[in-house]
């Protein structure tokens, strides 16, 4: 069992900048030292509803990127959708306000060591971490190949600098609106054997995670994918964000998605056990 | 000199703000904010005998200031756990509380024989609100012949001076008449209250929102009861010491507890929220207690309860 990410702190953190970018908002905090040990993958957990909110619970949000500007302090960012009232009032608060925000959270995606043939595959405003992670890709002499998907061209986040980071970018759309009409799967298979990838990195709803990992194992692909569950802290001390999880010893475990993810193998995960204990799982009875 | 130390049978602490069962996991995650050396106590999660992988989820929805859960006291089992966590919490130095749940009454038997020669331990909470297989799957704590079933064969194995803390529910009819048939069983304090089994219904999906349908509703919004349950178990049983817990987020809030009559306060839910809440408690307990005029926090204990009339 893993523990809790060694450099996660707790600080009040100065919203720097909050800008609606389409259906989403793309909030930067001045964060200090937080930027210098944040990795794509990592998540940050921060309280929303101010003082006195009815909501108790930390709102969790993948790291899009973060800047170390040295004296003047680390920067970090994140891209939120405002769909409930927490990401909502979060989406509401102005530059100058300060937010309680711990940071890193979580696993971060595995960087290979060799040059190696990567794709990228996000939806919604998954596509967020996978641009941080591109430039760490790109910088190891590797060549990067996306696919964003979403319903519809509103819920595609693709800023212009991130597109600069990839080798390929391909969109595809549920309603058509941009790029090609259908849903991400529909291209991947093309693009593995094109481009001989080696490896899929993946971010977005557990569905698309899980389709995603079905076609990269009919090819043989490592996939490492940042999965997703309800939580109520984010640092692994409730118990209620976790999914069966296949270990090296080949035991399925009920594992903590804040712990032991976000990013995990995709092969290890055992997919659609919403609801369900999947038999054998060490301690199910 | 203001006298922040604070007793549970016979035992003594620091200070009255510990965590709650279920809330801190073994206190790894929270070393990591904070010295644990700081708290009370350390209240463990709530171990059983062997290895559980807990229910499936979804196990959480936020609810109006508070939250339900439903997890199904996932845990390694108490052999795992006296390997791996307890010397690692003695090393810390933290002043340890174990909680101990058990699936019928000769697990508590063995859970107790267990821990009995375990050294580093301050008590044991023995949390009583959980199914009993040999029992329809129906609370120990939600009965008083269960619930004193347990309690007894607590107090039978555990031999010397570990003190018993029984954990009860709020979920009965009258919980000053079961605090006091696990009190006859053996039991030297009680830690008040469990969560308040409730229900979300996802209006989308139209079914209930929790995998286990029903889930235990914890944080702000079960105060009210806290301070109901442990004002009326004082009332019964002034002499016997409770560690409250409910919904506490801030030094206030423990305050009010401590008048209702506790001597301890665990801080849960409020923990999720914030990992260095236990902290804020503190601080703002003590400063309040002091801006109220108490000397130490044992004159606070209970003093909702004066007569008419006095100061």
């Not at chain 2, 791996?84 to 509380?97: E, S």
Request: hydrophobic share 45%; net charge neutral.
């Amino acid at each position: 069992m893993m523990g809790i990410n060694k450099n996660a702190v707790q600080v009040m953190a100065e919203i720097v900048s909050n800008k609606k970018v389409g259906a989403y908002n793309h909030i930067v905090f001045s964060v200090g030292d937080i930027a210098n040990h944040a990795k794509p993958g990592n998540f940050v957990a921060i309280a929303v509803g101010g003082a006195n909110s009815a909501m108790v619970l930390r709102r969790a949000f993948a790291i899009y990127r973060t800047f170390d500007k040295g004296n003047s302090g680390g920067l970090l960012e994140i891209v939120v959708a405002p769909h409930g009232a927490g990401s909502t009032w979060l989406t509401n608060q102005a530059p100058g306000f300060k937010v309680d925000l711990i940071a890193p959270l979580g696993t971060a995606f595995g960087i290979p060591t060799q040059p190696v043939r990567a794709l990228l595959v996000g939806g919604g405003y998954g596509s967020a971490p996978l641009f941080g992670l591109s430039e760490v890709l790109k910088n190891r002499g590797c060549r990067v190949d996306m696919v964003l998907g979403a319903s519809t061209a509103m819920k595609i986040y693709a800023p212009l600098d991130g597109k600069r980071s990839v080798n390929s970018l391909t969109i595809v759309t549920e309603d058509g609106t941009t790029g090609l009409t259908g849903k991400v799967t529909d291209v991947l298979g093309d693009i593995i054997e094109t481009n001989e990838i080696d490896i899929i990195y993946s971010c977005g709803p557990m569905g698309m995670l899980e389709a995603i990992n079905q076609i990269s194992s009919n090819f043989g692909v490592v996939h490492q994918c940042a999965i997703e569950e309800s939580m109520a802290c984010g640092i692994g001390v409730c118990m209620t964000c976790v999914l069966p999880i296949k270990g090296e010893d080949g035991v399925v475990r009920m594992l903590r998605s804040c712990i032991d993810g976000p990013v995990v193998d995709g092969d290890t995960v055992i997919w659609n056990s919403k609801r369900t204990i999947p038999d054998g799982t060490w301690g199910a009875h | 000199m203001f006298n922040f130390e604070t007793s549970l049978g016979q035992a003594s602490f620091a200070n009255p703000i510990f965590t709650a069962s279920g809330c801190a996991g073994s206190g790894r995650e929270l070393s990591q904010f904070f010295e644990l050396t700081e708290l009370g106590a350390v209240v463990t999660k709530s171990i059983m005998l062997k290895p559980r992988s807990g229910r499936a989820t979804p196990r959480m929805a936020e609810t109006p200031s508070g939250m339900l859960n439903s997890i199904g006291l996932q845990g390694p089992g108490i052999d795992i756990f006296l390997e791996k966590d307890i010397p690692w919490l003695r090393d810390q130095g933290a002043n340890i509380v174990v909680s101990i749940a058990g699936e019928s009454v000769e697990d508590y038997a063995v859970l107790a024989r267990k821990l009995r020669s375990v050294s580093g331990i301050s008590a044991l909470e023995v949390n009583i609100s959980c199914p009993n297989v040999e029992n329809r799957g129906q609370v120990f704590a939600c009965h008083p012949e269960t619930a004193r079933a347990a309690i007894e064969a607590v107090r039978r194995n555990i031999g010397g001076e570990l003190p018993i803390i029984a954990k009860l529910t709020p979920d009965v009819t009258s919980i000053a008449m079961i605090a006091e048939e696990v009190v006859a069983a053996g039991a030297d304090a009680l830690a008040l209250i469990n969560t308040v089994l409730g229900m979300v219904i996802d209006t989308n999906t139209m079914r209930p929102k929790l995998a286990g349908k029903t889930g235990g509703l914890s944080g702000p919004a079960i105060r009210p009861v806290a301070v109901r349950a442990i004002y009326q178990v004082h009332e019964a049983m002034p002499q016997v010491k409770i560690l409250g817990m409910g919904g506490v987020a801030t030094g206030r809030d423990a305050f009010e507890l401590i008048l209702a009559g506790a001597s301890a306060v665990s801080i849960g839910t409020a923990t999720f929220g914030n990992p260095t809440a236990v902290m804020k408690i503190k601080e703002e307990l003590k400063a309040g207690l002091i801006a109220h005029g108490f000397d130490s926090l044992k004159e606070a204990v209970g003093y909702a309860h004066r007569v008419e009339g006095n100061l």
